[in-house]
């Protein structure tokens, strides 16, 4: 399998599949840190910083990251938190989009 850092996102055709528990879950070990929802209809995972200047910094980074690849997560900055939640909305769960994000995000971090 082609490392998902290596990858990039693809748009989301109307009947494309979100998908299921077990392909998901498959997925996790390719993205240390993230958990995944019991239903599995989403990944989520939240990193810790200093103060908020870094938690900020580390939010535009993942801005930037999310405009090149074309698929936004949903992000909660607090002081010394970024909270990072993925899913297709599209579709209504997950997509390999999702993941490749994720790892991307993971390579982010200082």
């Keep these: 399998m ?3 850092t290596e990858k990039e996102c693809v748009p989301c055709k109307d009947d494309f599949p979100a ?3 077990p392909q998901a879950r498959d997925l996790m070990e390719h993205v240390p840190g993230w958990t995944l929802s019991g ?3 989403f990944i989520s995972r939240c990193y810790n910083f ?3 200047k870094k938690a900020l ?3 535009n980074k993942v801005g930037e990251l999310a405009e090149r690849e074309g698929h936004h997560p949903d992000i909660e900055l607090s ?3 970024v909270g990072i939640t ?3 909305h599209s579709v209504k769960g997950l997509t390999e989009n999702d993941f490749i994000v994720a790892a991307k ?3 982010l971090q200082d």
């Design 86 to 88: 993925l899913l297709t």
């Design 2 to 4: 082609t490392k998902l």
């Design 57 to 59: 910094a580390f939010t």
């Design 105 to 107: 995000i993971n390579e």
């Design 39 to 41: 239903d599995g209809t």
């Design 79 to 81: 002081w010394g938190k």
């Design 50 to 52: 200093p103060n908020f």
């Design 19 to 21: 998908m299921t528990l």
